[in-house]
C-alpha cells in the first residue's frame, strides 16, 4: 500500500513515439497507482466512520464510534493516507519534470532536424515543431439549440436536422428527393451534338496528372474517397476513371453519384450561434467528380479569358489578386493628385455561387425549360417586374453561348461546350452531413467545382453588359462613358515607366472584379454631384442584379461606398456627405429605397483601401498579420537556441515577412511616419529572433541585425518586391493597370529607381549591365527569361546583406578601439550641453524631447495631456468635433489655449451613439459653454512652460523641509525636465525666500539638469 521502489522502465511499452520516455511512462503508470490506492484507502475510512455514526446514532451510544476512533487499524490507515499522499506529492513533481524534460528533447530533436535536415524533412519538423494543425478554440459543449424561421426554438433532434435542410435547400432552390427521382431526372431528353474533334477530348495522361496534383489533406466528398488515393496511384485511378470521363465527353451522360455533395456548415464567426444566417455552406464534392471537372475546365477558361473585360480577373492565368487592389488604390492617388472628385463602389453579392441562375449562365434544355425555370427563380423573393425581367432574359441566348462572340449579340461558344456545361449542372443534388435526405437543387454553379467561378464569371460579365446595355438607352449615348462617369486614362500604347505624353487614346476603367467581389470605380467633374452619381451608379448595378437573380447585401463590409470629395466645395460636400447619416440613398424601381453606407476603409481583395489611396492602415493591417505569424512559433522556433541564427532568419523570411510584404510590390512611396511602422517592424523581428540575453548588449544597430540574420534591411526588401511585380506586370499586366501606373509619377518614379538599385548592384557582376541597363534590356529578361531575373534579384539581396556585414565588422573595429582607447569607460553619445532632456528617475539625460518622450512611454507609461484628454472626439475647451481621436490629440498639442480651457465646454450629448465619420470636417458640436475654476481643470501638458498640478500639489502636501521626501515626489512625476523645474520654481514663489522649504526646493532645482553626472543617450 505503500510501495516506493523505483519503476521498471522496460515493463511498459512508449506512446506517442519518441516523445514520452520509457520511464516517465512508468513513473507515470507509478503515479497513477498511487492516487488509486490513496482514493480506495480514503473512501474506505469514510465508509467505516459513517457506519459508526450511524450505528451509534441508532443505539443512542458513542461507544461503537469511540472504539473506532481508538482502533489501531484506524491509525495505521491514517499513516498510510499521510505516507501515500506524501510519496504521491514526490512523485508527482518527478513525473512534471520528467515530461517536462521530455518535452525539451522532443523540441530539441524536432529543433536539430530543422537545421540540419534536407527540405522535405525540415519543412515536417518545422511544422511539427511549431503545431500548425489549426485547433478550434475551446468552448463548451452546450445543446445545440436552433431557431426556426418564426424565431422559436426547435424542440427536437429531427426538427434541428429539418431547419438546417430547409435553411440551405433555400439557397439552391432544393427541393426533396429519392435516388429514383434523381435518376429519371438525368435522362438525357434531347440529342447530344459531342466534340467537333476528337482532339477536344482529354486524354488519359491530363486525368492522371490531376489525379497525381492534387491537393492533401482535403476533406472527401459522399464517396469518402480521399484525394491521397490518387497521390498514392493515380495511373490506376485514372484508368479506372477515364471511362466515365470519355462517357460525359461523348454521350453527355454524368454518373449521378457524381452529381451531388455533402453540404456541411461552418460557423462565420459573428452572429448568434443558434441562428441559420450565422453559418455558410460548404459544398463537399466527390475526389472522382472534382478531377474530371478540373480536367474538362479549360475548355471553359479560353472562352472565359477571351470573352470577359481585361479587369476581371480571378480565373485568368497569370492575373494576380495584387493587380486589382493596386487598380483600386492607384485610381484614388491618381483623382487625388488631380484635385478631383472620385468614389469607389465595392459590392458584396449574397451567396453569389449557390444563388446564381443556372439557365442564365448555361442554357437549359426545351424540354423542361418552364418547370427548371420555375424551381430555380421559386424563393428567390422577387418583384413582378423582376420575374418577369428574368424570364425574359433567361429565354435569351445564355451567357456561355455568348462569351467569346464578336459581339453580345452573336453566338460564341462551341455547342458541345455549351451542352457539356447544362449537362454538369443539370439533375444536381446534396445531402447535409449526419443526415440521409437528399434535397435536388435547381440554383448555383455547383461550389467546389472547378467550373464555380468561371461560370460565374460569365454571367457576372452578362449583368454588367447588360447594365451597360441600359445606361446607353436611358442617355441615347453611344458612349456609356459620358453617363456612367467611368474614368478615362490616358494611354498611349505603350508598356513603360515613362509618363504618357502624347496619348493615342483614353482607356475606359471598368468594374475591376475577383470572383464575386466587384469594384467600380467613378469620377465626378465637381464635388457637389459626387453623391448623386454614386447613388445613380449603386440603383442601377442593382437593379442589373435583381433582374438576374442575384441580391446586393448592404452594409459597411457588404456593400458599400468609398467617396473623397474634392476641389470646389468640397468642404461643405463632405458635411453633408459625412455627417449625421454617413450614407447614400440609393432608389430602386422595383424595391424600396436602401441607404449606402460610406466607409473610411474597406478590406478589397485582402488589402485595406482608404480614401486617397492612403498606406497607414493597410501598414497596421500588414504589421498585425506578421506578429500573428510571429507568435505561433515565437517560444519553439524564434527563441529556441538549437537553431542558429540564420535558420531561424530563414523560417522567419517564409512565414513571417511573408505576410507582412503581401502586396508590397504595388505600394505607393511610403512617407516618413510609414516607413518608421514598417521599418520598425522589421527591425524589431529581426531582433526578435537574436535572442538577446537580458544583461547582454542591448544596443544592436540595422547592419548589425542585417549581418547576423543574413535578411535584408527594410528598404532593400521593398526594392525587391517592386521588382517582382514589376516583372508580374511585365508579362501579365493588363492595359489599364499600366496607364494608371505611368498616371502616379511617384510610384512610376519608385519603380524606376528600384530597377536603377538592382542596375547598381549588379552592373559589376553581370556583363550586360556593365554600360547600364535600358528599359528594353529589363523586359527582354522578365519576358524571355523570368528565372534568370529572379535570380538576379536574390543576388543583390546577397550583396545587400554582404555590404551590411561589412559595415558592422567595421562597426564594431571602431566600438573596440574606441574602448580600448578610453580603457573601457563608456563614451556619452552626445555631449551634455547638447541634452535638454532628462529622466530623473533612471538618472539618463537625452538631447532631444523626442527621445525623452520615447523612453518615459516605454519605461514608465508616460502620456501627455493631448493623449489623456482626448478620450473622446469633442474638444472640452472650444467644441468642436472632429473625425478621429487622432485629430482631436492634434488639435490639443497645436492649440494649448484648449487645453487651459478644458472643461468649459458642456456637450449636450457626451456619449453619442454614431461616431463622427473620420471623413467628416470639423463641426461645431451641440452644448452650452460654461465657467471652469483653472485649478481644478483636468491634466494639463506639459509644454510652453507649463507646470504640473500632480507634482504642485504633493509638494504642498509635504510641508517640510524635508529634502529626501521633497526629492522622492520629484523623481515620482514623469514629466519633461522644463515642466519638472518650473513647478519647483512655482512653488518657490508660493512660499517666498524666508521659508525654510524655499533653500531646499532651490537644490532640488539645482538637482533637475541634464548634466548631473547623467550618462547622454544620444
Known amino acids: 500500500m505503500t510501495n516506493s521502489q523505483d519503476p521498471d522502465p522496460n515493463s511498459y511499452a512508449p506512446r506517442y513515439g519518441s516523445l514520452v520516455a520509457k520511464l516517465t511512462w512508468a513513473l507515470q503508470r507509478d503515479v497513477t497507482a498511487l492516487r488509486r490506492g490513496l482514493y480506495r484507502l480514503r473512501q474506505h475510512l469514510r465508509s467505516q466512520t459513517l457506519a459508526a455514526c450511524f450505528k451509534a446514532w441508532r443505539c443512542g451510544s458513542g461507544d461503537g464510534l469511540a472504539a473506532l476512533l481508538r482502533s489501531p487499524w484506524r491509525k495505521e490507515a491514517q499513516t498510510a493516507v499521510a505516507q501515500m499522499s506524501w510519496n504521491l506529492e514526490r512523485r508527482g513533481q518527478a513525473l512534471k519534470k520528467a515530461c517536462r524534460a521530455d518535452r525539451d528533447d522532443y523540441l530539441g530533436a524536432l529543433a536539430d532536424r530543422a537545421q540540419q535536415g534536407h527540405e522535405a524533412e525540415a519543412y515536417r519538423a518545422l511544422s511539427r515543431l511549431m503545431g500548425r494543425v489549426r485547433k478550434k478554440p475551446f468552448a463548451p459543449a452546450v445543446l445545440p439549440t436552433l431557431r426556426k424561421a418564426d424565431g422559436t426554438l426547435c424542440s427536437t433532434p429531427e426538427e434541428v436536422v429539418q431547419r438546417w435542410r430547409s435553411h440551405f435547400s433555400t439557397l439552391e432552390a432544393g427541393q426533396p428527393a429519392t435516388p429514383e427521382t ?64 470519355l462517357k460525359l465527353c461523348v454521350r453527355g451522360e454524368e454518373a449521378v453519384g457524381l452529381k451531388g455533395g455533402t453540404l456541411v456548415r461552418l460557423y462565420k464567426g459573428r452572429g448568434a450561434h443558434d441562428e441559420c444566417g450565422s453559418h455558410r455552406a460548404i459544398m463537399l464534392l466527390s475526389t472522382l467528380a472534382k478531377a474530371i471537372h478540373k480536367v474538362l475546365r479549360p475548355k471553359i477558361a479560353d472562352i472565359f479569358v477571351k470573352s470577359t473585360s481585361k479587369l476581371q480577373l480571378g480565373g485568368k492565368p497569370g492575373c494576380s489578386v495584387v493587380f486589382g487592389s493596386h487598380v483600386v488604390r492607384t485610381f484614388l492617388r491618381w483623382r487625388a493628385m488631380a484635385g478631383q472628385s472620385c468614389a469607389v463602389v465595392f459590392a458584396d453579392i449574397a451567396s453569389a455561387y449557390y444563388a446564381a441562375v443556372r439557365q442564365l449562365a448555361v442554357g437549359h434544355d426545351d424540354a423542361d425549360s418552364s418547370i427548371g425555370l420555375h424551381a430555380a427563380i421559386e424563393g428567390l423573393k422577387l418583384s413582378h417586374d423582376e420575374a418577369v425581367a428574368l424570364r425574359q432574359h433567361a429565354q435569351e441566348v445564355c451567357a456561355l453561348h455568348r462569351s467569346g462572340a464578336p459581339s453580345w449579340t452573336q453566338p460564341g461558344a462551341p455547342s458541345w461546350t455549351q451542352e457539356l456545361a447544362h449537362e ?74 515613362e509618363p504618357v505624353v502624347t496619348p493615342t487614346q483614353h482607356l475606359p476603367l471598368d468594374d475591376v472584379v475577383w ?171 529581426y ?123 567595421l562597426d564594431g573595429l571602431h566600438r573596440a578601439m574606441r574602448e580600448m582607447a578610453n580603457k573601457g569607460e563608456p563614451v556619452a553619445n552626445a555631449s551634455f550641453e547638447s541634452c535638454a532632456e532628462a529622466c530623473v528617475p533612471c538618472k539618463l539625460a537625452f538631447p532631444t524631447r523626442v527621445a525623452w518622450a520615447g523612453h518615459a512611454a516605454r519605461k514608465h507609461g508616460y502620456r501627455n495631456s493631448s493623449f489623456l484628454l482626448a478620450e473622446c472626439r469633442t474638444c472640452r475647451g472650444c467644441g468642436r468635433t472632429y473625425g478621429s481621436i487622432g485629430r482631436l490629440r492634434r488639435h490639443l498639442q497645436s492649440v494649448s489655449r484648449c487645453q487651459e480651457l478644458w472643461g468649459s465646454f458642456a456637450p449636450t450629448d457626451p456619449d453619442p451613439q454614431t461616431a463622427p465619420h473620420p471623413q467628416c470636417p470639423p463641426g461645431t458640436s451641440l452644448g452650452t459653454f460654461v465657467q471652469v475654476d483653472v485649478d481644478n481643470r483636468a491634466v494639463i501638458d506639459s509644454v510652453h512652460g507649463m507646470h504640473s498640478p500632480f507634482l504642485l500639489r504633493s509638494l504642498q502636501d509635504v510641508g517640510a523641509a524635508d529634502w529626501e521626501a521633497l526629492w522622492e515626489e520629484v523623481v515620482g512625476c514623469i514629466e519633461p525636465l522644463p515642466v519638472l523645474r518650473a513647478t519647483v520654481r512655482l512653488r518657490m514663489d508660493q512660499l517666498g525666500p524666508l521659508s525654510p522649504e524655499y533653500g531646499t526646493l532651490e537644490r532640488i532645482l539645482l538637482s533637475l539638469t541634464p548634466a548631473v553626472r547623467w550618462p547622454c543617450l544620444g
Open 515 to 685: 470572383a464575386d467581389d466587384l469594384a467600380m470605380c467613378l469620377q465626378s467633374d465637381s464635388a457637389d454631384s459626387i453623391g448623386v452619381k454614386v447613388s445613380a451608379a449603386v440603383s442601377r448595378l442593382d437593379e442589373a442584379f435583381s433582374e438576374h437573380g442575384l441580391t446586393l447585401t448592404y452594409g459597411e463590409r457588404k456593400t458599400a461606398a468609398m467617396v473623397c470629395p474634392k476641389g470646389k466645395r468640397s468642404r461643405e460636400v463632405r458635411r453633408a456627405l459625412f455627417g449625421e447619416k454617413q450614407s447614400v440613398l440609393v432608389l430602386r424601381e422595383s424595391r424600396g429605397p436602401v441607404s449606402l453606407p460610406l466607409v473610411a476603409q474597406y478590406p478589397y481583395l485582402g488589402v485595406c483601401q482608404a480614401p486617397c489611396g492612403a498606406m497607414q492602415g493597410e501598414l497596421h493591417r500588414r504589421v498585425g498579420a506578421a506578429w500573428g505569424a510571429f507568435r505561433e512559433g515565437r517560444r519553439r522556433v524564434y527563441k529556441s537556441r538549437r537553431l542558429s541564427v540564420s535558420r531561424k532568419g530563414q523560417i522567419l523570411h517564409s512565414l513571417v515577412m511573408s505576410k507582412l510584404l503581401h502586396g508590397a510590390g504595388s505600394w505607393p512611396p511610403l512617407n516618413h511616419k510609414e516607413m518608421q511602422t514598417f521599418g520598425g517592424t522589421v527591425f524589431s523581428l
Open 424 to 497: 454538369l449542372h443539370s439533375s444536381t443534388w446534396f445531402n447535409m452531413a449526419g443526415d440521409t435526405e437528399l434535397v435536388a437543387t435547381h440554383r448555383g454553379t455547383r461550389p467546389g467545382s472547378s467550373w464555380a467561378d468561371v461560370l460565374f464569371g460569365c454571367l457576372l460579365h452578362r449583368v454588367l453588359s447588360h447594365r451597360n446595355a441600359s445606361a446607353r438607352r436611358e442617355t441615347a449615348d453611344d458612349s456609356i462613358d459620358a453617363h456612367a462617369n467611368v474614368p478615362l486614362v490616358p494611354w498611349d500604347g505603350v508598356h513603360t515607366l
Open 182 to 245: 434523381l435518376l429519371a431526372s438525368s435522362q438525357r431528353k434531347t440529342p447530344w451534338k459531342g466534340p467537333e474533334c476528337v482532339g477536344d477530348l482529354p486524354t488519359l495522361s491530363e486525368l492522371q496528372i490531376t489525379f497525381a496534383c492534387a491537393p492533401r489533406g482535403k476533406s472527401a466528398g459522399p464517396d469518402g474517397i480521399p484525394n491521397e488515393l490518387g497521390l498514392a496511384c493515380p495511373q490506376r485511378l485514372a484508368e479506372l476513371v477515364y471511362p466515365l470521363l
Open 687 to 809: 531582433r526578435a529572433i537574436l535572442c538577446i540575453p537580458h544583461g547582454g548588449e542591448q544596443h544592436v544597430s540595422l547592419s548589425d541585425a542585417v549581418a547576423r540574420t543574413e535578411l535584408p534591411s527594410p528598404v532593400t526588401l521593398i526594392h525587391a518586391e517592386r521588382l517582382r511585380y514589376l516583372a508580374q506586370l511585365v508579362t501579365s499586366g493588363p492595359d489599364v493597370l499600366w496607364a494608371l501606373l505611368r498616371a502616379d509619377r511617384p510610384y512610376a518614379d519608385a519603380m524606376k529607381e528600384s530597377l536603377d538599385w538592382l542596375t547598381r548592384a549588379l552592373r559589376n557582376t553581370c556583363a550586360e549591365l556593365q554600360g547600364g541597363a535600358s528599359w528594353d534590356i529589363w523586359t527582354g529578361i522578365m519576358r524571355d527569361t523570368p528565372r534568370r531575373f529572379r535570380g538576379l534579384i536574390k543576388r543583390a539581396l546577397a550583396l545587400d546583406i554582404c555590404r551590411h556585414q561589412c559595415i558592422e565588422a
